[in-house]
């Protein structure tokens, strides 16, 4: 049992993270231009508009939530003079509205794949493993956070927290995590399957982030009613100037016949014998 909790506790979570740098590393090199969520809002916007919103939103404040529940410690709100019951009742407003509003975002958004038949011919088979994995981190997230509010609850702040800190310090504290509830084991377990899943699949685009716009140029647009002058030419009249025609469509003035000299010799008919 002592070698299994090594290998879950002080070992699993450093080939996670190996596989999620590595793996994002090579897909940037090699499919650089699967870095998309592969959208499928031709197919469908009106769910999509509802759903995508409430996910991404939602699973932001959760990833906000852990790394102050995780990365701050206790020590910390102490001499801010924060309370552990005002912390936890905060937690659990806070972190349980945001994870209702990821898990019914992504009800809506797996509803609208298996609705719509266009996006669910659209679905790939990364996709069919890491939805369902990222619902079951979601369920066991909120159970996790409903059950820090009963009484006598588990301080995750003394075990998971101080777990998941020494991790960085290369000195994992396989212990803590190995006496934490199954509750929280599982969501931790759970979390680092969908983190070595990360680069194969959709959700790689997280770690896209469109920094070209702060740089870009703007775009000029221009109206085809309206046309074009320079800032430089002076202005016109309301009149559209006619265009000069171009050497190929323009005609050459006809060239007038010259008169004929008196001595020419002229024909029965009158004409030049010249011409």
Avoid: C
Avoid at 21 to 29: E, I, M, P
């Amino acid at each position: 049992m002592t070698h299994l909790r090594i290998a879950l506790w002080g070992v699993l979570p450093y080939l996670a993270l190996t596989v999620l740098v590595a793996g994002s590393l090579w897909r940037y090199h090699y499919d650089r231009f699967g870095f998309t969520t592969h959208s499928s809002q031709l197919h469908e916007s009106r769910l999509l508009g509802i759903g995508g919103p409430l996910f991404h939103y939602g699973l932001i404040f959760v990833f906000a939530g852990h790394v102050i529940g995780l990365l701050v410690p206790e020590s910390w709100t102490d001499r801010l003079h924060i309370g552990e019951s005002f912390y936890h009742a905060n937690a659990l407003l806070a972190g349980g509205t945001a994870g209702l509003a990821a898990v019914t975002g992504l009800a809506v958004l797996l509803w609208r794949r298996l609705r719509v038949p266009a996006v669910r011919r659209a679905t790939s088979r990364s996709d069919r493993v890491v939805y369902p994995l990222l619902a079951a981190v979601l369920l066991a997230g909120l159970t996790v956070t409903a059950g820090g509010a009963l009484p006598g609850a588990y301080d995750y702040r003394t075990g998971v927290s101080v777990w998941f800190r020494s991790l960085f310090t290369l000195d994992p504290q396989v212990t803590l995590m190995a006496q934490a509830p199954v509750t929280y084991q599982l969501h931790a377990l759970l979390a680092i399957a969908l983190f070595t899943l990360w680069p194969f699949s959709r959700l790689v685009h997280a770690f896209t982030a469109p920094l070209g716009y702060l740089t870009r140029p703007y775009i000029l647009y221009r109206s085809r009613t309206t046309p074009y002058r320079h800032p430089a030419s002076p202005p016109t009249s309301g009149k559209p100037r006619r265009r000069p025609p171009s050497r190929k469509t323009a005609t050459r003035p006809a060239t007038p016949a010259r008169p004929l000299p008196e001595h020419a010799p002229r024909g029965r008919d009158g004409r030049s014998e010249l011409g």
